[in-house]
């Protein structure tokens, strides 16, 4: 899997949970410091999504890459390990992924 494809994964991902109603294009540009207009375009396809606004939007939404490749492929399942919290303010914990059997 090249990078243009991790970019895309990420593009689907934020399209979806758009459609679904979990974020906003406006909300996301907020709180990532980008314009709305960018965001409309790069979810269009009209712009390109640079590897480091990609990075700015996970970072923001608490992404990681073996979450987009789960998300997309169904291969991955996520499960939390012991001794795995996380300091986050969220209070959520961290996960290790594992393969389906």
Known sequence: MLIRDLLCLLRDHLRLRIRNGEI???????????????????????RILTPEVADRIMRHMKLSILELLAD??????????????SSQPSGRTTSRYVSKT
């Open 24 to 46: 906003t294009e406006r909300g996301l540009a907020r709180k990532t410091g980008l314009s709305q207009s960018h965001i409309h375009n790069v979810l269009k396809g009209a």
């Open 72 to 85: 997309h492929r169904g291969e991955i399942r996520l499960r939390k390990g012991p001794g795995m919290e």
